[in-house]
């Protein structure tokens, strides 16, 4: 059987080169939007505008998922080598300690290079207003990524069908509570960590801890699967995304699921999700493709051609910070944006060298002791 990472980190790969080019938008292009709840949205203007933000959309739930499912299977490989429960749960915890320190130590000066010179904006939030009136301690990707791990070193030992109660009742919980919430009002900063994306109490929070654990309990649900019944894991993910994305055009028709008061009107507008929090709709599509990713990488026979995918797929974290200054830096020399094509030119020309540099730390990673923090890049 062909080692069950491989896929995992195809799909990985491969949505962080999507990420790749949503960053690039941002720091070279200086188009970017966000979809949070209860505000407006920036219009996307142009259907190639809005394709470049919308095939981002599946990089974050396909981190959590795949994050989700390598949780479950890197438990398995260490209870192999005789590790203990704890043991393995301290690594979940050290690991989540690990995430945020690059958040803060390593992420954080890379977003302060790309916005350097140029004029700043004024992107409107939930809570209390507008992002630049004034500071407050923002919170990334890798921040909900660190949390979800850091819960992992829990409910990893939990049964599938536990892990599936607590996906539904995330997504329950957070729909109910962004329902009620008024986006006008201040809210404490625990509720903005848990629950609520926005500003305010001195916290910027996009990536909320409970409607993000969902999707990494999904991924850790179909690796249970996955531990028990092998290859069909992987038609239980084609039949299950598929129902999924036919939730979506359900959800959608009838337009519910999405946080949004008003009706769509055309093709770019069906397809305008709330991203912040993950609403029901935008969960069901993101997942739901991620899923038939996961599915259809499965059956790839020879891997030569997407060897390059791979390479990115086993060294995100490295990939990540490093594109980030690579892109931020590219952006210097724009300050006043580029058109689109331009950006994904210069997108394209960027995964070159960060190709042959992410193969470099992987050989380097690989050689390293199998408790070293270079492996948790």
Known sequence: MKNRSVAIDLVRGLIITFMALDHASGMIAQVHFSEFWGVDFIEYG??????????????????FLLMGMSIILFAESRQKLAWTKSQISR????????????????EFPAWGISVMNKEAGTMLLPGSGYLNQEMAIPSTVLFGLAFAMFMSAFLWRFGKWHLLFITFSSFAVSTFVIEQADPNSSFPALLHLLLIPGKSSGVMVLYPLIPWLGITTLGMFLAKILTEK????????????GLFIACFFALRLLEVGNFQKNTYHDFISFFTLVKYPPSITFACITCGINLVLLYLFSKVKTLELLYPIQIFGQTAMFFYILHLYLYAFIGLAFLDGTSLGLMYLLWLLGLIPLYFACQRFLVFKRNTAPNSLWRMF
Do not use: D, N
């Open 46 to 63: 142009t259907l190639a505008h809005w394709f470049t933000r919308f095939i981002s959309h599946f990089c974050a739930p396909g981190f």
């Open 91 to 106: 690594y979940f915890m050290k690991r989540a300690g690990f995430i945020l320190a690059c958040m803060f130590l390593l």
């Open 230 to 241: 092998g290859e069909q894991v992987y038609r239980i993910a084609l039949l299950m995304g």
